[in-house]
């Protein structure tokens, strides 16, 4: 009975001929294959796809975007025309149900090769009759509108839907950006960010391009991805959380407002914070996020405070390989120092005995494990493992869930698919003991979207709650549970939004909805995608409901979690002082008046130097959803353009107030023919032209009302990952690829140009990710080229316009270290002056990367930065302030002047420019950078209290000039 179950839901859940090994029915589908005109037999190779209107839903191999043909494909037996399907023992994702109430009108796309080569058959509906045959099944239950299997590349995501981003294609995702980073090798060195840090405490003081003054322009109120909360036990006003790439940070008044603890931790990618229950002096913080989302960092290891959290340190034990990416922490409820860390590549868990001096490898998983628990009932001795990751099957042939009652020493697997056991295969496993009940256990599995299991003897025997389908298709990205400490039978499972249950699992009720999170800027509901739960240190499920979350918005509190509805009991406490927003791009107006940049997760974000939403702390979100590059027009700057993903741009005519698509003729938009985040550039010499890459090179003329190909895909359809216009000739492009790829044209505007590749030449540059490209503005023959990995050679320069190539990543002791470079940019007033964004802060040289240094306040962090943050994109306000946009804490800016200008008798309020000087030299000085010069205009200054602390040059003009 149970098996003629499993082969009714299997059908039923996918109309989609796949063969699969194993014993099963055979089941005939619809005659469609002709040859020659007759109906064909024997063996074929067939590929399928689902598609409403001109975007893919679903396809068999996971690779068809856009209507297009999938990759893949699978070989049926075919007599007489008809179709007909091994269905094994395979546990396929239940999808066809929620397609089809979604998309009624969904399609079948069939692609057919009986020996000629694969051709499109005709279009056809999808017909549920074909299936009336499976009788006796009940759909399954849908709490909210489900969601479809829709790839993020395939479609512009709509607020009256499901939430579509990033997490529909985990392997390909994953892949991206780390592919930056490890290139072929696949592996990022574990200590790469601590040698980076070793390497350049040699490095000399202070050549730093005019760097000085860093002003941070937020946002405070917006929020980022954490995983990580921890509450002190009994100083409950106490909080630390873990931004995934922005630090650790402390609330000392209950969340109400935030500061950074350490902003050169060798890693910022913080997963999991625990205090030692026993001493709460003693804290643990982990790094690495391996959870397989695209942005995703490398840690460094196992980080340990031992003054309640006010300095870390890294665990030396930790500086290896095994603890690159460290998911979980648990702590032994009452033994000092006895700890548990679940992590991916390898496949483990650890423990240690001695406050992690040393560490055992007690469970070696078939996946990633994703977590792990103990339970506070000591005499039970148990411990829990939740896994997920890649299976050479597929990423739905995953996960697995392991528990232990002998504190790890042994374990039994639960996911066996035997009477009264867990599933097969049931993706990603969340887990959780019952602080009230010693014996209640929940696991949280992400097939079918999300399924409730319980067990109410320790493990003994596991029953299947409910399929909630909370997590809607991001399983393996979004996904946490809690239970109640009081009441064992109430709990809250979070995922793209948060549900809640008082009686175990079997009723739900949904308490948030990512929509209501900022409605016009208030935060009524948590965000969306939600990775952990944890209760206040006194709740008693009476007086104390208080409840905390972290998602993709930071950090929000229920203030009765018994109570809390979607858009009510909510408050946010990522809008004051939490910088730890991830940005990809950045686009500045020339006065400043308007920057604005794409986020992870939390869109478009705009800020205004004055008015209404104005200021680091009110940076104005329209939208949530991911975002991208960014452009402003300079001529009129309520015109603004940001892409959401794989190149789907967008476009502003209210200056960010809100959004309307603007990429028609760009076919490859939203397909995985554009890297997930895409480059696009707003030509500096004419605001309506702008030029997109993905496969193809792209430009609009009329401020993209329109767009065409200029060059099309090239060999081995590489994706354009890098774009630079010259600054006063828009027929000079320069675009870059993602596999080095790297050409120009010097007739850009014609139709077509003509192009010229230049990164295979005598002096060839590296067959690595190219991140960014850099004209001179004041010599175009002059450009900068800058790679991805973990390699000590990532800028490249060449004086002729690509003929020969000079790396510029410095020489001993004045060289780089191994870090990945992300951005680079040149002074628009001193073509000698270069900067760049890495890993790990930025550097900048004074001979256009000959010789690099470091600021002389930041001697041991040893870069130009305040934080040992990614910087993802540097661009230029004007000609001179320099903006960095971070990935984890938010924007900065700097003002390195070449020259500043000194006149008495000017105007007070100058700016130090030569339009408007500065009228004394003490605003000089504050305002100069090593390297920089002043300029004194010939007169006599009475300041007596001069101090004359940086390398630079003061000259006067006019004559001499006396300063007393």
């Not at 696949?186 to 040699?202: Q, R, T």
């Not at 030396?316 to 690159?324: C, E, L």
């Not at 995608?529 to 206040?536: F, G």
Request: aromatic share 10%.
């Amino acid at each position: 009975m149970r098996w003629a179950k499993i082969l009714r839901w299997l059908m039923l859940m996918n109309l989609f001929p796949i063969l699969l090994m194993g014993q099963g029915n055979r089941i005939e589908l619809q005659e469609l294959v002709l040859k020659d005109g007759k109906p064909f037999t024997g063996e074929a190779s067939f590929k399928f796809a689902v598609v409403s209107g001109s975007s893919t839903l679903w396809s068999h191999d996971g690779s068809s975007f856009h209507g297009a043909e999938p990759a893949g494909d699978i070989i049926l037996k075919v007599t007489g025309g008809i179709f007909s399907v091994e269905l094994g023992n395979e546990t396929m994702k239940p999808f066809y149900y929620e397609i089809l109430k979604v998309y009624p009108n969904a399609q079948l796309l069939t692609w057919v090769n009986t020996g000629d080569g694969f051709v499109l058959q005709k279009e056809r509906n999808i017909d549920p009759s074909l299936y009336a045959s499976i009788v006796d099944m009940e759909p399954p239950k849908v709490k909210s509108e489900p969601a479809p299997i829709i790839y993020a590349s395939t479609l512009k995501k709509d607020k009256n839907k499901e939430k579509q981003k990033e997490a529909m294609n985990p392997e390909g995702i994953m892949m991206e950006r780390f592919k930056q980073r490890a290139g072929s090798s696949g592996a990022i060195p574990m200590d790469a960010l601590l040698n980076a840090k070793k390497h350049i405490e040699g490095m000399p003081q202070p050549k730093d391009a005019g760097l000085w003054n860093w002003e941070w322009l937020g946002p405070s109120n917006i929020g980022g991805r954490i995983r990580a909360i921890a509450i002190h036990p009994t100083s409950t006003n106490t909080m630390f959380i873990g931004g995934v790439s922005g630090g650790i940070w402390k609330s000392t008044n209950g969340g109400s407002s935030w500061s950074v603890i350490d902003d050169f931790l060798p890693s910022l990618a913080i997963t999991s914070i625990v205090y030692d229950p026993a001493n709460p002096t003693i804290m643990y913080a982990a790094t690495g996020e391996g959870f397989y989302n695209h942005d995703a960092l490398p840690g460094a290891g196992i980080f340990k405070s031992t003054n309640g959290g006010t300095s870390w340190t890294q665990l030396s034990s930790t500086n290896n390989a095994n603890f690159t990416l460290v998911n979980r922490l648990a702590h032994h409820p009452d033994s000092t120092g006895v700890l548990y860390a679940a992590t991916r590549d390898p496949n483990r868990v650890w423990k240690t005995r001695d406050g992690g001096a040393t560490w055992n490898s007690i469970l070696n998983a078939s996946h990633a494990v994703t977590d792990v628990r103990v339970s506070t009932h000591g005499t039970h001795n148990m411990v829990i493992a939740g896994c997920w990751g890649y299976h050479t099957a597929g990423w739905a042939n995953s996960g697995d869930v392991y528990l232990s009652s002998n504190w790890g020493q042994t374990w039994t697997e639960q996911t066996t698919g035997a009477v009264n056991k867990l599933p097969v295969w049931p993706m990603r496993c969340e887990v959780t003991f019952c602080p009230s009940n010693s014996s209640r256990i929940y696991v949280v599995i992400g097939r079918n979207s999300g399924e409730i299991w319980r067990s109410d003897d320790s493990g003994a025997t596991w029953t299947q709650m409910d399929v909630l389908g909370h997590l809607g298709g991001q399983q393996w990205y979004n996904n946490c549970i809690w239970v109640d400490p009081t009441n064992s039978l109430k709990l809250v499972v979070g995922g793209i939004d948060n549900w809640r249950s008082t009686d175990g699992g079997s009723t739900w009720t949904q308490i948030s909805d990512w929509h209501d999170y900022h409605n016009n800027g208030s935060a009524n509901s948590a965000h969306a995608d939600n990775h952990i739960i944890i209760n206040h240190p006194s709740y008693d499920g009476s007086t104390n409901k208080v409840v905390f979350f972290g998602n993709d918005g930071g950090i929000q509190k229920a203030t009765d979690i018994l109570t809390t509805a979607q858009n009510s009991g909510w408050v946010n406490l990522a809008g004051t002082s939490l910088g730890i927003t991830q940005f990809f791009g950045v686009s500045a107006a020339p006065d400043g008046s308007y920057i604005c940049g794409g986020t992870q997760d939390n869109d478009h974000l705009r800020y205004k130097s004055s008015g209404t939403w104005s200021g680091a702390n009110n940076w104005y979100q329209a939208e949530t959803g991911d975002g991208g590059a960014a452009a402003i027009n300079y001529n009129n700057t309520t015109i603004q353009y940001s892409e959401y993903t794989n190149l789907v741009i967008q476009k502003s005519t209210n200056s960010g107030n809100s959004w309307f698509d603007a990429y028609s003729g760009i076919t490859d938009a939203g397909t995985d023919n554009a890297l997930f985040i895409s480059p696009f550039s707003m030509d500096p010499n004419d605001p309506a032209r702008l030029i997109a890459g993905g496969a193809t090179i792209w430009r609009t003329t009329n401020s993209a009302g329109a767009w065409s190909s200029i060059r099309g895909t090239q060999t081995g359809t590489p994706k354009c990952s890098a774009i630079d216009i010259a600054d006063g000739n828009s027929s000079i492009i320069w675009v870059g690829y993602e596999d080095g790829h790297v050409a120009f044209t010097t007739n850009g505007t014609a139709s077509p140009p003509t192009w010229t590749r230049v990164d295979n030449n005598a002096t060839a540059l590296p067959n690595r990710y190219v991140t960014d490209i850099a004209i001179n503005p004041n010599n175009h023959d002059e450009v900068y080229v800058t790679f991805g990995e973990y390699q000590n050679n990532n800028v490249w320069y060449t004086s002729n316009s690509g003929t020969g190539w000079t790396n510029r990543s410095g020489t001993a002791p004045n060289d780089l270290p191994a870090l990945q470079v992300n951005t680079v940019r040149v002074h628009p007033l001193n073509s000698n002056w270069i900067y760049i964004g890495t890993d790990m802060g930025l550097f900048a040289s004074e001979d256009k990367g000959q010789n690099w240094s470091v600021d002389p306040r930041y001697p041991t962090e040893g870069h130009e930065f305040p934080s040992n943050v990614e910087i993802h994109e540097l661009c230029w306000q004007g000609d001179y302030f320099l903006i960095a946009a971070t990935f984890g804490r938010g924007m900065y800016r700097a003002h390195p002047m070449v020259v500043i200008y000194v006149d008495l008798n000017a105007a007070a309020g100058g700016n130090g420019s030569a339009a408007a000087p500065y009228n004394n030299v003490e605003d000089a000085l504050n305002a100069m950078g090593p390297g920089t010069t002043i300029s004194i205009k010939s007169n006599t200054y009475d300041e007596p209290y001069l101090m004359f602390n940086k390398r630079g040059m003061i000259i006067t003009t006019n004559g001499s000039s006396i300063i007393k």
